[in-house]
């Protein structure tokens, strides 16, 4: 069966920080691969998507950038983070037009 | 490009009563149209699915919703909420074929005793 593992589950970090997010799936090949953000009370924002190895697509600019550098595995990073980046940060993955699965999500608080 | 719009991004029904949530979408072509729970600090769960065929879908929960093309609805509704129905909830649209999955607002449902 299919899981996808996202971590950490909370995160504190100081403005001008790095970030680092990974997310994982197993049991699929080939998976369509996305960074989603919930600000407070603004609903679910897509930040990036990817097909394939190395595609990346991003959907808002911004100060995050996403990679994919193997098939199942997907990483959301910053080089210096702002406050406007603290969130929930929920990683998904589907095949083409089905049914998406999340992981469990990662709260960001940018202080 | 496709898009999700969720009229009401709070709604508040009584226990037992109806719940009724409202998703439009546009589509350049036929659409795969979801429905999604979130519980707080949790990741998304699907609630149903249309994708072709029968136009009403039942889902977990008790929930069920109709497809509906030519007002381009996706409308969720349940008969009698529960407590446990105060969530967020997520309509979400992809191509038939395509890959990105495009997300509404979110409607937070509260529900009184």
């Known amino acids: 069966s299919q899981t996808i593992h996202q971590w950490p589950a909370t995160l504190v970090q100081p403005v001008g920080s790095p970030l680092s997010l990974e997310c994982t799936v197993e049991?699929?090949?080939?998976?369509?691969l996305y960074w989603y953000r919930q600000a407070a009370g603004r609903g679910l924002q897509l930040l990036f998507y990817?097909?394939?190895?190395?595609?990346i697509s991003s959907e808002v600019p911004q100060n995050l950038s996403a990679s994919r550098p193997q098939d199942r595995q997907f990483i959301l990073s910053s080089k210096k983070l702002l406050l406007s980046d603290s969130g929930f940060y929920l990683c998904?993955?589907?095949?083409?037009?089905?049914?998406?699965?999340f992981g469990q999500g990662t709260r960001l608080t940018v202080v | 490009a496709q898009s999700v719009t969720q009229l009401g991004s709070h709604v508040s029904v009584s226990e037992g009563a109806l719940v009724l949530l409202r998703c439009n979408y546009s589509?350049?072509?036929?659409?795969?149209l979801f429905w999604y729970v979130q519980y707080p600090n949790q990741g998304l769960q699907l609630l149903l699915k249309?994708?072709?065929?029968?136009?009403l879908v039942k889902g977990i929960n008790g929930f069920e919703a109709e497809f509906k093309k030519s007002e381009t609805s996706f409308h969720l509704t349940k008969p009698s909420a529960h407590m446990s129905d105060a969530a967020e909830y997520f309509c979400?649209?992809?191509?038939?074929?395509?890959?990105?999955?495009?997300f509404g607002g979110g409607t937070r449902v509260l529900v009184k005793p």
């Open positions: 998904a993955w589907n095949l083409n037009g089905q049914v998406a699965f």
């Open positions: 049991g699929t090949s080939n998976p369509n």
């Open positions: 990817s097909v394939g190895i190395g595609q």
């Open positions: 589509s350049s072509v036929p659409p795969y």
């Open positions: 249309y994708t072709t065929g029968a136009t």
């Open positions: 979400a649209v992809s191509k038939a074929a395509g890959n990105k999955l495009t």
